[in-house]
């Protein structure tokens, strides 16, 4: 009888293609020995398709809030579990994070957001709600590593020019801005001055004065898709005397709004994001509410949907829970 002869191939030896949908399933922590195996297994651990959104929207500080700036002290663990996930991340992902989201609760360093820039130079979206520890320089430094930076959600600011000037030398392509606070017409003055061709911009549950309204309606000419979902609209941000809310839009504005593609507004009594809003007196606090409910927007692009695989809760329990 002729010996039957069994050809098999090895592990290392398959197609790159079927280890990363394999490799799909694992989180980053679970992915960090497997690409320790072999070449080709390292390789695959590094492509794009793992690595295009990396969101590490669980992670959260273990803070105190305090009355001096930066108003916020984090605990010394927090910030170490911190880099141990971002070494984690760049060392597999070798440069291919092409969009990062951080939590509202996360407050890095600059040496964090330096680190971020340098070993992710492609990245084309950052989703960072909590600037408190981060200086002028520490972000202009980033930005001007970006180059392709497209879109950022980013919290209000007392000074937005800084960044909306370094954002126009630096990043050519950028399209899309969310800000999560308040805007009044200083944020709305530095956004037409310094990005005039922006095309997105959302302001959802924020406190938006009408005057930083309209001057976004009358200035930015080649906005296309504009989002004051649930804001409460105020005549003014004086600190002195009762402010004036209005419950719904005027005719004029509603007129310059119709130029737009796409108009997102709700005032409605009946909305719950609206009723948050008012119960929070403008100022939304996103960590009374459900985990998702702070990642929401109508405008599609800048919804964040679910937190994906590569940090999800399993991570959490192999040590970066607080």
């Known amino acids: 009888m002729a010996e039957m002869k069994y050809s098999s191939r090895r592990w290392e030896d398959m197609e790159t293609d079927v280890l990363v949908k394999i490799f799909k399933e694992l989180n980053m922590i679970e992915l960090a020995p497997v690409a320790l195996v072999c070449h080709a297994w390292r390789s695959a651990c590094s492509d794009p398709l793992l690595w295009n959104?990396?969101?590490?929207?669980?992670?959260?500080?273990?803070?105190?809030?305090t009355r001096a700036s930066p108003y916020i002290w984090v605990d010394d663990r927090s910030d170490r579990k911190l880099m141990k996930a971002l070494r984690i991340a760049m060392s597999l992902s070798r440069g291919t994070v092409t969009c990062l989201v951080f939590h509202f609760n996360l407050y890095m360093k600059d040496e964090h957001l330096s680190y971020i820039a340098e070993r992710c130079p492609h990245l084309k979206r950052l989703v960072m709600p909590a600037w408190n520890r981060i200086t002028k320089n520490g972000i202009c430094h980033a930005v001007r590593i970006w180059e392709g930076l497209e879109s950022l959600t980013m919290p209000s600011i007392?000074?937005?020019?800084?960044i909306m000037e370094e954002i126009s030398r630096s990043c050519k392509n950028f399209s899309q801005l969310k800000v999560m606070g308040t805007f009044d017409v200083n944020f709305a003055s530095a956004i037409a001055t310094n990005l005039p061709n922006l095309r997105v911009l959302?302001?959802?549950c924020s406190i938006l004065t009408r005057e930083a309204l309209l001057?976004?309606?009358?200035?930015m000419d080649y906005l296309e898709v504009l989002n004051m979902s649930h804001c409460l609209l105020l005549e003014s941000l004086t600190s002195s005397g009762k402010k004036k809310v209005f419950r719904e839009l005027d005719g004029g504005i509603r007129d310059k709004t119709s130029r737009l593609r796409e108009f997102f507004h709700c005032q409605s009594g009946s909305c719950i994001a609206c009723d948050?809003?008012?119960?929070?007196e403008g100022l939304m606090r996103w960590y009374r509410y459900e985990d998702w409910f702070w990642r929401e927007d109508e405008v599609h692009s800048l919804a964040l949907g679910d937190y994906g695989k590569l940090?999800?809760?399993?991570c959490l329990d192999l040590g970066f829970r607080n």
């Open 311 to 314: 940090f999800d809760e399993a």
């Open 276 to 280: 948050r809003m008012s119960s929070d």
């Open 202 to 204: 959302s302001v959802r």
């Open 215 to 219: 001057f976004i309606l009358d200035c």
């Open 158 to 162: 007392a000074h937005p020019s800084y």
């Open 53 to 65: 959104t990396l969101d590490l929207g669980l992670l959260k500080s273990n803070f105190i809030q």
